[in-house]
């Protein structure tokens, strides 16, 4: 039976009460009309016609209430569609019944400082906050900022987030509520001497759908859309995902699922089918979400193609099991986490403190998705296999004397493989 996808959305949009009356005291007025024109005794020959133009009335006046409603409940519009926003450089889309004033930095800024850089990748602000991003290689970590709008206005914005490693930083820097921010402002950067950066800012294009950002495609329930932009010689991609809320993205296939070999990571070809290289943008937080690839002047392609042939995703689900502590080469016993059965074949006592656990993950390489991975309420120790990443055996902390061993299961992880295949199109 063929089905009507327009059809069953309008039918599932909630339809505010008084709308619903409304047409439906319209359709019956109508409808009276209509058979009291029916009945009303006349000649012979106007009959049929005098019909038709009462059924004419009748269904302009049904049209016309629900119209009339409609333009009243904009949230009936905003239940068929949002609006999109893409936040470049942060990664993220806002999605809402009527966009935000929003204002982005729409190409990340290089600085060079002494025989270091800084990276500023994103610069949003709104309504409800401010929210840049940057990254530091050889150059002091700072824990705020100032930035001074077109008015000579200065604000000051604290680290709310930071990760770093030898010569290398990613930060955050935080404001929440609405400042004055737009057109052209400077970002001050408290190094000796303080740097000073132009940054401008461009009202946030809003979009009707995903496919209108960029490539866009679906498996295993999952929807990716790739959106690029071109720097000089290089292209930015970044990936954003629509999903069950029952778990978030890990990884998007940048840096690969744990232990799986390159192969399974992200790739691009040009379109002779030649591998290109791809560096990441530095992040704070997780997943990591864009990538560079150099495209020198003069290319002879200008088109690509991305392949995802897995990501990696992290359910919020947890679940509690108890375990008998004393040695048992066949225990057997299984439970589920986030709808995926986990065996605990056999249970080893390594001290009178400390239990080891192994597990049959029931790692299918084959399947759309896989769980490989999870985390305890306590401290622990897992194997892992060398070739899928899935946990053998873990080993936990108990209490001396204990008969059984009670623990939480949480953040379980799960691979999940497309592929997602993009056809890229930069913009030059």
């Known amino acids: 039976m063929s089905s009507n996808p327009i059809k069953e959305r309008l039918e599932s949009i909630p339809i505010p009460p008084e709308l619903g009356m409304r047409s439906r005291l319209g359709i019956q007025q109508a409808a009276a009309e209509q058979k009291q024109a029916i009945g009303t005794p006349i000649s012979g020959a106007m009959q049929p016609a005098k019909k038709r ?109 930071a990760v770093w ?38 009202r946030a ?30 292209v930015r991609v970044s990936l954003v995902a629509r999903h069950s809320n029952d778990f978030q993205v890990g990884d998007y296939g940048i840096f690969g699922v744990y232990l799986h070999d390159d192969n399974r990571k992200l790739q691009v070809a040009d379109g002779a089918g030649k591998k290109l290289e791809i560096e990441n943008i530095p992040g704070v937080s997780s997943p990591a979400s864009e990538f560079f690839f150099s495209v020198p002047k003069g290319a002879a392609s200008d088109r690509y193609t991305l392949t995802l042939p897995e990501i990696s995703v992290t359910y919020k689900d947890e679940t509690q099991i108890k375990v008998p502590t004393a040695a048992n080469d066949h225990l057997n016993q299984t439970f589920e986490i986030a709808g995926f059965p986990v065996t605990i ?64 299961i949480v953040r379980p992880e799960v691979v999940i493989r497309g592929p997602w295949t993009f056809e890229l199109t930069p913009p030059s």
């Open 165 to 202: 490693g030898g010569a290398k930083w990613t930060s955050d820097f935080w404001h929440k509520g609405k400042l004055d921010l737009s057109g052209s402002v400077q970002l001050i950067l408290p190094l000796d001497p303080a740097v000073e950066v132009d940054v401008n800012l461009s």
């Open 53 to 161: 133009r009462m059924a004419a009335v009748a269904a302009a006046i049904a049209v016309f209430l629900l119209m009339a409603a409609l333009a009243d409940h904009s949230r009936v519009w905003a239940a068929l569609q949002k609006a999109l926003q893409f936040v470049p450089g942060i990664g993220i889309v806002k999605e809402e019944d009527v966009p935000m004033e929003r204002y982005v930095m729409k190409q990340p800024i290089t600085v060079k400082v002494g025989e270091g850089s800084i990276l500023i990748t994103g610069f949003m602000s709104d309504e409800e906050m401010t929210y840049i991003t940057m990254a530091g290689t050889d150059v002091p970590r700072f824990k705020q900022i100032e930035v001074v709008n077109e008015k000579g206005m200065k604000f000051t914005l604290d680290s709310s987030m």
């Open 205 to 234: 294009a809003t979009y009707a759908s995903y496919s209108e950002l960029g490539a866009t495609d679906t498996a295993a329930g999952v929807s990716i859309t790739a959106i690029t932009d071109r720097m000089d010689e290089k």
């Open 345 to 408: 074949t056999k249970v080893e006592r390594v001290s009178e403190t400390n239990l080891r656990l192994y597990l049959d993950m029931h790692y299918d390489e084959q399947a759309t998705a896989s769980l490989f991975n999870f985390g305890l309420d306590r401290s622990s120790m897992f194997k892992l296999d060398e070739q899928t990443g899935e946990v053998l055996y873990m080993e936990v902390d108990m209490e001396q004397g204990s008969k059984q061993l009670s623990v939480k």
